[in-house]
C-alpha cells in the first residue's frame, strides 16, 4: 500500500527557513507529480507549489521567490525549501503527489500534514 511521509516541520522565527520532505513508500514505479498545500484554520486548502516528472514547476504567488520545490526521484522524494518566512505562512502542509505502482496502476495520495508555525 502507497503512503506518504511528511517531515520537517516546526517552530521558526519570522525570516527564518524550513525545509519539508515528503517521502513515498510502498510497491512504488514514479512519482508522476508531487505538490505541497496548506490550510490554516478557518481558511480553505489552498495550492502552495507544484513539480512535474519533466522537473517543470509553479508556485503560489505569495511564496514566489521565497519557496523552492524539488524532487529525487531516486529517493521517491519531494522536498519544499521554505525561506524568508512570514507569520501568515502558519498552517499545517500537506504533500499530494499522483503515484505509478506495480508498473501500470496510477493513483492519487495525500500526506499525514506537518505544522509549520512562525513567529513574530
Known amino acids: 500500500q502507497v503512503q506518504l511521509v511528511e517531515s520537517g516541520g516546526g517552530l521558526v522565527q519570522a525570516g527564518g527557513s524550513l525545509r519539508l520532505s515528503c517521502t513515498a513508500t510502498g510497491s512504488i514505479s514514479s512519482i508522476n507529480t508531487m505538490a505541497w498545500y496548506r490550510q490554516a484554520p478557518g481558511k480553505q486548502r489552498e495550492l502552495v507549489a507544484s513539480i512535474i516528472r519533466d522537473g517543470i514547476t509553479n508556485y503560489a504567488d505569495s511564496v514566489k521567490g521565497r519557496f523552492t520545490i524539488s524532487r529525487d526521484d531516486a529517493k521517491k522524494t519531494g522536498y519544499l525549501q521554505m525561506n524568508s518566512l512570514k507569520p501568515e505562512d502558519t498552517a499545517v502542509y500537506y504533500c499530494?503527489?499522483?503515484?505509478?505502482?506495480?508498473?501500470?496502476?496510477?493513483?492519487?495520495?495525500w500526506g499525514q500534514g506537518t505544522q509549520v508555525t512562525v513567529s513574530s
Open positions: 499530494n503527489a499522483g503515484i505509478t505502482y506495480y508498473y501500470t496502476r496510477r493513483g492519487n495520495y
